[in-house]
């Protein structure tokens, strides 16, 4: 058994060192914007299989651009620990792992955002083990190379949101016909709600699951003083809330 476990333990460290070794450059995300990511790769291959044509809406907009209120509501909805770790969340982790080991499969990623920016960048949607050790160094790397802010307006404009649409401002044209900037805070979090499931879920017609989201990332975004009393109520009264 102690053979086996120090062969195990020396494979491991091989795998993570052959791993770490042939990661991406990161580096010239510092100035340069992605044109192309895994992410829509992957989707125009599926579109092709399926005979289709593959779509492709993206409008890259700088930091300052993207609506506060956007960034906000993403930040507490997908990774609120976002400025005090380092790539990872060991308490999303574990609670990630309890979750999936009491329901014996995988209902919860507990991923941060440079996890989810990694996977889209350079990964697939695949969730095999070797690909979130991947993830993982990815991000790690991403923290050591770029500021937080970098990493944070590359996730607002590439991530999916919904089928062909990429980024806040293709998807504030695509759902509500304005600029991001030009959110109100109840198309903000609507936004942000359906970011775990954007091919799914769509933020101009909310489903049951969606307004369970948004109401939940609605009162954090109060909670944390991010709106107003004011902004809370119109923001419920939007949605039909009393």
């Not at 992410?39 to 044509?53: P, V, W, Y």
């Amino acid at each position: 058994m102690k053979r086996f476990l120090l062969a195990s333990g020396v494979l491991l460290v091989c795998l993570v060192a052959y791993e770490y070794l042939n990661l991406p450059d990161v580096f010239p995300l510092k100035k340069e914007n992605p044109q192309m990511t895994a992410l829509m790769r992957q989707r125009e291959q599926e579109a092709r299989s399926a005979g289709k044509k593959a779509r492709r809406s993206q409008l890259w907009i700088g930091y300052g651009a993207i609506s506060p209120r956007l960034r906000s509501a993403v930040l507490i909805g997908e990774d609120d620990a976002f400025y005090q770790h380092e790539g990872y969340d060991l308490d999303q982790i574990k609670e990630s792992f309890a979750r999936n080991w009491e329901k014996k499969g995988f209902v919860r990623g507990g991923s941060t955002i440079t996890q989810q920016l990694a996977k889209n960048l350079y990964l697939s949607t695949s969730r095999n083990p070797l690909r979130k050790l991947r993830e993982f160094l990815i991000a790690r790397r991403m923290e050591e190379e770029l500021s937080k802010r970098r990493i944070l307006e590359i996730y607002l404009n590439v991530i999916e949101w919904g089928d062909g649409i990429y980024g806040a401002e293709a998807a504030s044209h695509a759902y509500f016909g304005k600029p991001s900037k030009d959110l109100s805070v109840r198309e903000a979090v609507l936004l942000a709600a359906v970011i775990p499931n954007p091919r799914r879920m769509n933020p101009s017609r909310p489903s049951r699951r969606v307004e369970y989201r948004f109401d939940l990332i609605l009162s954090r975004m109060h909670q944390y003083r991010q709106i107003s009393d004011q902004e809370l109520e119109e923001a419920r009264k939007a949605s039909g809330e009393p």
